[in-house]
């Protein structure tokens, strides 16, 4: 597991390097296969909630996986539901960089749960809010260089939130400028009804729905003593009962 901690008091070019040491590294144990899957997850719960069903596919057909978490979403006011539940519980409140921890630990939680290896997972901690495109290229572009073949699975340019559709962005710049040529764009799951898409990946194994019943229940668990705030389930709780109903993801190319 490689943890990368892009403080914003380091000056920009000390960022950038280690934004690229962190993915370098992160992708030295790969091999070189027929074919690599890399999904971007804005935030901890996006690589769920979106992405979870075809990440599950994607394992279920033997290929090589990875995820990239891009921010741990310390800037969710969520933080503000879990310190009020502590405070109700006699329990001292947590840090926003505790919380940002919090997250990133769900995190892991849920694509351990997928089937993803721990060595194939990737933690960030940019900016949540300021998701940067140049960034996000740079980072598409180290792990496009790990296989022959690599299909990058990022959310959708048309997404509303600015940090998911910042991804979509720099992977059709990268696509569009024949750079990269490999790509796939999810909508998130509250938008499934919204926008028209290409084509969806729907589990109906019964194996493959229990991985993904796990993988949200990560969110879901309440246990301060060992770190465990529910911090998913208290921030959308709504997108949670639509991801269990609906077990698919859907995209456009």
């Known amino acids: ?15 950038k390097l280690i934004l690229l040491l962190t993915i370098i590294l992160a992708g030295c144990s790969a091999t070189k296969n027929d074919q690599l899957e890399v999904f ?11 992405l ?9 057909a033997s290929k090589e996986v990875h995820v990239v978490l891009l921010s741990k979403g310390k800037a969710s006011k969520a933080i ?20 940002g921890d919090a997250r990133a630990t769900e995190f892991k939680t849920a694509v351990s749960a997928l089937g993803v290896k721990a060595s194939n997972v990737t933690i960030l901690d940019l900016p949540d809010g300021k998701l940067n495109k140049d960034d996000i290229s ?31 962005e720099a992977l059709q710049d990268l696509i569009d400028e024949e750079i990269v040529h490999n790509g796939k764009f999810y909508f998130p799951v ?23 019943k796990d993988a949200l229940e990560a969110y879901e668990k309440w246990d301060p003593a060992s ?8 921030s959308v ?4 009962i639509s991801a269990k109903n609906n077990m698919e993801s859907r995209y456009h190319y």
Do not use: C
Not at 1 to 15: E, F, H, T
Not at 229 to 234: A, P, V
Not at 237 to 240: E, G, Q, S, V
């Open 40 to 50: 971007y997850s804005p935030h901890p719960d996006d690589e769920v909630l979106s």
């Open 227 to 234: 770190g465990s705030y529910s911090i998913g389930k208290i």
């Open 138 to 168: 740079h980072i598409i572009l180290h792990k496009d260089k790990l296989d022959d073949k690599v299909i990058h699975h990022v959310m959708s340019d048309k997404d509303p939130h600015s940090d998911h559709s910042v991804t979509g």
């Open 190 to 212: 509250q938008e499934h009804e919204n926008f028209p898409f290409d084509n969806k990946i729907k589990l109906i194994n019964k194996d493959q729905k229990s991985r993904m």
């Open 237 to 240: 709780p709504d997108y949670f």
């Open 1 to 15: 597991m490689i943890v990368a901690y892009l403080s914003n008091r380091k000056g920009p070019l000390m960022k």
């Open 80 to 99: 503000n539901t879990v310190n009020e539940q502590l405070e109700l519980e006699g329990q001292p409140p947590i840090s926003v960089d505790e919380f």
């Open 52 to 60: 979870g069903p075809a990440i599950i596919h994607a394992l279920s």
